[in-house]
């Protein structure tokens, strides 16, 4: 009697293929089930979350004086109760002009905007970079998108007015994250006189949607879904996530902003910025940097708009 041995046929082609769109149609069913879980803690989780602001570490004055900082500052702001760390670079010539806050992207530091620093200070501008709440070596737990940052900055003015070290005018240079929060603080504190905003976004809303799709989520997720989860990531932040708008605020201010955008940028389109012009057209101006991306709009800006920044904040009545 003949035995015959059977082997497995190997996996067409065919099956290769259902097997893949199955772990695909898998993948795809899981994430929508999981992200809107997820989402609204990302949106608002801070660099620094958890950590009381005794652990965290300042830099050492040794590194201050190479990078050319005179001072370090600690202030205490809030409700929610934080404390933001402030480096203070004095103008290389006398007398101050005045006082320009530097404020840096999302998840960075003001490390990362020492150069920006310089440029202010070379051109005769006391230059405080600032520690946005929850990055750095300033402490908070949730990022609220600039509403509770402009009234942290508030306080931050006052402070260093009774340190007599607030010479106006007074102006704002942000990027990205800190450029929306210098709309926003301009709008709440009539000190700003001036602001120069680089790649800043126009509503919350829309800047999450455009993550979104960068992400490859807005093919997962429906728009109504996104929304919810800015929504909800306001409750978890303690922020009315309608108020951050640099969009509502650039039209309640009287300070003049230079708005700065790169023709490139996916994950804060350009549209942000002429949307923000176009609502105020009289005490705004748009630079947009031919094919420049979101990172490489602020490499262009110290090296190609040294004059205009200097400009801007040299006159800070012009109409």
Known sequence: MLLLMTHPKKPTGRRWTIALLLAG?????????????????????????????????????????????NQQIQVPVGP???????????????????????????????????????????????????????????????????????????????????????TEPVGVFGCSYGAATAIQLAARDPRIRSVVAVAPFATLHVAVHSYARLLGLGFILPKEMIGRAVEDAGQIGHFQPSEASPLQAIQQTEARILLIHGTADWKIPPSSS??????????????????????????????????????????PSED
Do not use: C
Not at 39 to 46: N, R, S
């Open 274 to 315: 002429q949307q923000l012009h176009s609502a105020a057209p009289h005490h705004s101006r748009l630079i947009l940097v031919e094919n420049a991306g979101h990172d490489s709009a602020m490499v262009a800006v110290q090296t190609k708009s040294k004059a205009e920044i200097l400009a801007w904040f040299d006159n």
């Open 80 to 166: 929610p109760s934080a404390r933001l760390s402030v480096w203070v670079m004095e103008p290389s010539r006398q007398p101050v002009r005045g006082t320009v806050l530097v404020l840096h992207g999302i998840r960075d530091s003001k490390a990362s905007i020492r150069g920006i620093g310089q440029l202010l200070a070379d051109g005769g501008y006391r230059s405080l970079l600032i520690d946005l709440r929850g990055h750095g070596s300033s402490s908070g737990d949730w990022l609220t998108y600039g509403v509770v940052d402009s009234r942290d900055l508030t306080q931050v003015l006052d402070a260093i007015d009774r340190q007599n070290l607030l």
């Open 25 to 69: 149609l898998l993948l795809v069913t899981g994430g929508a089930l999981f992200l809107p879980y997820w989402m609204p803690t990302t949106i608002v989780y801070a660099p620094n979350f958890g950590k009381k602001a005794d652990s965290l570490r300042e830099v050492s004055s040794e590194q201050l004086e190479a990078w050319g900082i």
